[in-house]
């Protein structure tokens, strides 16, 4: 597919598939060719989907979903509820998704994450008053997770973000950051 299209630098096929389905991982090929895969499709999510996308979070902290333009013409993806029905489920995932600072983009922008992402080497060194965090490869930001008991007070080289207890979004800024530890 590749060679006959030479004009698409990217690709999105699916996180987790089957063997008839382009499974890819996030990554940038040799040719700068980008692989965004998509976690969910439809409107509506099933049982399944919203466990893949807690673990995705957790892993990436990214979501991608597809909407199929026939869905509404498929009583299975459509679940047999009208357009109404579907939007508002879809609406309610994009607010579940916002509630952890997903922030939404294009396919084009997620790209670009995934090129930073994969450029991107991290060390960090602890000591009694916090951590510091070298950024390897940094390209011009980059969003990192950090888990810790320790209640974070300052942060310079970028900006930090409550998520949930113990877990705090870095947006880094410069090569070296440093999170200071409350007292």
Same mark, same amino acid.
């Given at each position: ?16 598939? /089957? ?85 939404? /983009? /294009? ?20 000591? /009694? ?55």
């Amino acid at each position: 597919m590749i060679r006959q299209f030479e004009d698409i630098r990217i690709y999105a096929g699916v996180y987790i598939g /089957t063997d008839d389905q382009l499974v890819q991982e996030f990554s940038v090929l040799e040719n700068d060719i980008v692989l965004v895969p998509r976690l969910t499709a439809d409107m509506q999510m099933e049982s399944s989907e919203w466990w893949l996308q807690v673990n995705e979070l957790n892993y990436h902290y990214y979501e991608s979903n597809y909407i199929h333009p026939d869905d509404i013409l498929d009583e299975e993806r459509s679940d047999g509820g009208d357009f109404s029905a579907m939007l508002a489920a879809y609406e309610n995932m994009v607010l579940w998704n916002q509630q952890y600072g997903l922030k939404t /983009t /294009t396919i084009s922008e997620a790209a670009g994450s995934v090129q930073r992402y994969c450029n991107l080497s991290v060390s960090q060194s602890n000591d /009694t008053d916090g951590v510091t965090i070298h950024l390897e490869g940094l390209i011009d930001e980059a969003y990192l997770m950090l888990r810790t008991k320790e209640i974070p007070e300052n942060i310079s080289g970028g900006e930090l973000t409550r998520i949930d207890e113990d877990c705090y979004l870095i947006r880094a800024e410069l090569s070296d950051i440093r999170v200071e530890w409350r007292k």
